[in-house]
């Protein structure tokens, strides 16, 4: 069961300056143990709050937008100052409502910008290297790897390239460089519109994480006037559930807050369950935050419907057998006592939820069953 979703439901334009041309400076790498993508997100869960980004908003004097370049990399006091491709990055990363994974699909849109290459082949190597570079900066990032793979694919895409000459070839990439950034980042939005259909007055809904496109569901429901109520795990180690719980309570949802441990007492009183995703994996099954798994077995268990959530550049490559089947990212853990030396802690910072315990998954590309990721991911990828 699937719909097709047109990709024109939202129109926004982009806007990017010019980038200098030097793409040889060495990459930066993260040197940390603990993922840097479980930093980040720590670091924007700290942020991403509705007074941060009226703040925010007022010192630009202006909105935030995933349109707009963040801070220029161009010059600095009237100098050149060279390109890299880590640095754009971060630059476009600092935007806490905006996804890894867009982040790093604009920098390589600035890697086609700023490229002095003169032959297609050279540039396809630079925007490759660039991508590869991308991928090593924090290898546990699923959505990092899938959405860097997914934009080297769609710009490359077109047969046009052969035969036209360079500087229109190169034109023609760029375009489709920026309207491939451009779907990514209405693709929440989309996503938001096309759950509306199964939020009804009067429902309990369980929520599992700080997911943004979760998030914006229940934002959008609410401004339609539907009446729900929502029930957020506390989300330990990070806390998420209780950040979570205080942007809905901002907005008037009711909200009620679980301990990570009562999902199976509380249950009888949910009538759905929405999750985010940090990857969507070939067999449909999902890689999200520990306890995604746990919650979707007690949910299939009282045939309450699991919905997820997930952009279409967290499509992943992958399949995962098991919960060992999967690169570690790990995280720091605090237990507010002291762990005996001997004492070993598990530090995964996510698990794997088979298909079997999914029901539907909003996308920007339509609401789909499991069993038709693999049939997109084909279509995505060839």
Same mark, same amino acid.
Request: hydrophobic share 40%; net charge negative; glycine share 4%.
């Given at each position: ?10 129109d926004?334009t982009s ?14 790498q &993260? ?10 997100? @720590?670091?924007?869960h ?23 370049h963040?801070?220029?990399?161009l !010059? ?7 390109? !890299?491709?880590? /640095?754009?990055? &971060? ?5 806490? *409502? ?11 849109? @600035? ?10 082949? /050279?540039? /396809?190597i630079?925007l490759?290297?660039?991508? *590869? ?13 899938a959405?860097?793979d997914?934009?080297?694919r ?12 360079? =500087? ?6 760029l ?12 693709a929440?939005?989309?996503i ?5 259909d199964f939020i009804?007055d009067g429902?309990?809904?369980l929520?599992?994480g700080?997911?943004r496109?979760?998030l914006?569901?229940l934002?959008t429901a609410a401004?339609? =006037?539907?009446?729900f ?17 205080s ?5 008037d949802?009711?909200?009620k ?10 249950? *009888? ?10 990857g969507?994996?070939e067999?449909?099954?999902?890689? !999200?935050?520990?306890g995604?798994y746990?919650? @979707?077995l007690?949910?299939?268990s009282?045939n309450?419907p699991?919905?997820?959530?997930a ?15 999967? @690169?570690?990212?790990l995280?720091?853990i605090?237990?507010?006592?002291k762990?005996?030396?001997k004492v /070993?802690v ?13 029901t ?5 590309l339509?609401?789909?069953?499991p069993?038709?990721?693999s049939?997109e991911?084909i279509q995505?990828?060839?």
């Amino acid at each position: 069961m699937w719909r097709r979703s047109p990709s024109f439901i939202l129109d926004r334009t982009s806007s990017s300056p010019p980038m200098a041309a030097d793409t040889t400076r060495t990459p930066i790498q &993260n040197p940390d143990s603990i993922s840097a993508y479980y930093q980040t997100r @720590a670091a924007h869960h700290g942020v991403i709050t509705s007074e941060w980004l009226s703040q925010a908003q007022a010192a630009v004097g202006g909105v935030v937008s995933g349109d707009e370049h963040p801070v220029s990399s161009l !010059n600095e006091l009237g100098n050149e100052k060279s390109f !890299n491709v880590i /640095e754009e990055f &971060n630059s476009w990363r600092k935007q806490p *409502d905006l996804a890894e994974a867009v982040a790093a699909i604009r920098a390589l849109a @600035a890697v086609i910008r700023a490229s002095e290459a003169t032959t297609m082949m /050279e540039l /396809e190597i630079e925007l490759k290297k660039a991508s *590869d570079t991308l991928k090593s900066w924090d290898k546990t990032s699923i959505s990092l790897t899938a959405g860097c793979d997914l934009f080297i694919r769609y710009v490359t895409r077109t047969s046009a390239l052969e035969y036209e000459d360079f =500087n229109s070839a190169k034109s023609r990439l760029l375009e489709r460089a920026e309207k491939f950034g451009e779907i990514s980042c209405k693709a929440r939005r989309i996503i938001a519109m096309l759950s509306q259909d199964f939020i009804f007055d009067g429902c309990t809904i369980l929520v599992h994480g700080l997911s943004r496109v979760v998030l914006e569901i229940l934002k959008t429901a609410a401004q339609n =006037n539907k009446l729900f109520r929502v029930l957020c795990t506390e989300g330990r180690p990070d806390g998420t559930g209780v950040l979570l719980s205080s942007e809905l309570s901002k907005l008037d949802i009711p909200v009620k807050l679980l301990l990570d441990s009562a999902v199976a007492y509380s249950m *009888d009183e949910v009538d759905m369950v929405f999750v985010g995703a940090d990857g969507v994996v070939e067999s449909g099954g999902i890689i !999200n935050m520990m306890g995604t798994y746990q919650i @979707a077995l007690v949910a299939h268990s009282m045939n309450k419907p699991v919905y997820v959530a997930a952009e279409s550049y967290k499509f992943a490559r992958l399949y995962p057998l098991d919960q060992k089947d999967m @690169a570690p990212a790990l995280r720091p853990i605090e237990f507010g006592l002291k762990i005996p030396t001997k004492v /070993e802690v598990e530090r995964s910072a996510r698990d794997y939820t088979p298909p079997q315990y999914l029901t539907l998954l909003f996308t920007d590309l339509g609401v789909l069953s499991p069993s038709v990721v693999s049939d997109e991911l084909i279509q995505l990828y060839l």
